[in-house]
């Protein structure tokens, strides 16, 4: 018999959790089943959960296996572009001189252990998450969300290593101006 | 990688340390630039506030 509790406390979960799997997957069918394939895991096994971490914690761990999952089936169907196009070369080009200084110096960003306390905070990086070129944010979220290597992300989506790591790069890049621009800023710890 | 890399250099080696293993003199010629050069040891801190943030990340 499922526990009505947890189907509930699950049930509100779901929101948060399909955003999640959506930023990652970029495709609303996928991450509804990720989404669908993760709750499913928790309520066939609720025991599994000891209560150590929190229960969205806990979930949240699944919903990842599930999203790798995913993303290991669908990497044959869905290629990643290999070749960049010249605005993406700008992102990087954009912030230096010709002799490789910074136009605009990067400012401190204040205190991070404050920051990353603040709900607030993860709402604006979610933002960012969702601006980011789909194909960039795909990619990012695979090595700095799901955690897999760079080896293995490579193999997936059939990249070579240094085209991964420049990808990488541009993503960070991209992030890091938003955040600047959409948090530090306007906080005043920039 | 020249011994001593300029700040655009010194940003792309920021980034790919959380992705590979830098050479010992890709290593030394960016900690030499950090030292003296505070966009550059801001940018560094702030890429590895993002790892920090992704891994924290959704929190409620």
């Known amino acids: 018999m499922i526990n009505t509790t947890l189907f509930q406390q699950?049930?509100?979960?779901?929101?948060?959790?399909?955003?999640?799997?959506?930023?990652?997957?970029?495709?609303?069918?996928?991450?509804?089943?990720?989404?669908?394939?993760?709750?499913?895991?928790?309520?066939?096994?609720?025991?599994?959960?000891?209560?150590?971490?929190?229960l969205r914690t806990y979930v949240i761990?699944?919903?990842?296996?599930?999203?790798?999952?995913?993303?290991?089936?669908?990497?044959?169907?869905?290629?990643?572009?290999?070749l960049p196009d010249q605005s993406e070369d700008d992102v990087i080009n954009d912030l230096f001189t010709a002799n490789g200084h910074t136009i605009s110096a990067p400012n401190a960003w204040g205190d991070p252990e404050a920051t990353l306390h603040q709900q607030d905070f993860f709402n604006t990086m979610?933002?960012?998450?969702?601006?980011?070129?789909?194909?960039?944010?795909?990619?990012?979220?695979?090595?700095?969300?799901?955690?897999?290597?760079?080896?293995?992300?490579?193999?997936?989506?059939?990249?070579?290593?240094?085209n991964l790591w420049v990808i990488l790069y541009r993503a960070r890049l991209r992030l890091r101006e938003c955040l600047d621009i959409n948090w530090f800023a306007k906080t005043g710890s920039a | 990688m020249k011994l001593n890399p300029n700040c655009k250099e010194v940003?792309?080696?920021?980034?790919?340390?959380?992705?590979?293993?830098?050479?010992?003199?890709?290593?030394?010629?960016?900690?030499?630039h950090l030292l003296f050069c505070r966009a550059c040891s801001n940018f560094n801190r702030q890429m590895k506030f993002i790892r920090q943030a992704m891994h924290k990340f959704p929190i409620e």
């Open chain 1, 126 to 162: 979610e933002i960012c998450l969702e601006k980011l070129p789909p194909q960039n944010a795909r990619v990012f979220m695979m090595r700095e969300w799901l955690d897999l290597d760079t080896d293995e992300i490579s193999k997936e989506l059939n990249l070579s290593t240094t």
């Open chain 1, 10 to 54: 699950l049930e509100t979960m779901r929101p948060v959790l399909l955003r999640f799997a959506f930023l990652q997957l970029r495709n609303t069918e996928h991450a509804e089943d990720a989404v669908q394939d993760a709750l499913l895991a928790v309520l066939e096994k609720p025991n599994q959960f000891s209560g150590a971490s929190s």
């Open chain 1, 61 to 82: 761990g699944i919903l990842k296996f599930k999203i790798i999952d995913h993303l290991r089936a669908s990497a044959r169907t869905c290629q990643i572009d290999t």
């Open chain 2, 11 to 32: 940003h792309k080696l920021a980034s790919e340390q959380l992705d590979r293993e830098l050479s010992l003199t890709e290593n030394t010629g960016m900690r030499v």
